[in-house]
């Protein structure tokens, strides 16, 4: 009994925490700072290169791919950029690879601020 008080206590001030974070910095804050907390942005680009890898495979498997043609190459590079943006949660997964290559490529192109919202 002590237990699931104890759980219930926990609970109930971290709710109150966000509220009062909510408050105070606004709903955009919190979510940024909820996305960097929880690393969404590898999570998505994990997503993204399975998805294509799996794509690949498929589109390798089921045809006569020959990576010599220039044209077969670049019919698969399209079905992985089609394949790979088909719903709102993959283009997100897709933007996420793009930025993290973004980055990588140059360092000065990209830079990542900590800003509070609100």
């Known amino acids: 009994m002590g237990n699931c008080q104890h759980v219930c206590k926990v609970v109930k001030g971290q709710i109150a925490r966000i509220i009062w974070g909510i408050r105070n910095d606004g709903i955009l804050a919190f979510f940024e700072s909820e996305r960097l907390r929880l690393n969404i942005p590898l999570i998505f680009r994990s997503f993204w290169l399975m998805r294509c ?5 498929i589109y390798l498997v089921s045809s006569e791919f020959a990576w010599t043609d220039v044209e077969s190459l670049n019919t698969l590079l399209k079905l992985v950029m089609v394949r790979g943006c088909e719903t709102l949660p993959a283009l997100l997964d897709m933007a996420s690879v793009f930025s993290w290559i ?11 601020r900590k800003s509070s919202i609100g």
């Open 53 to 57: 890898g799996i794509h690949m495979y």
């Open 102 to 112: 973004c980055a990588k490529c140059q360092p000065g192109f990209y830079t990542t």
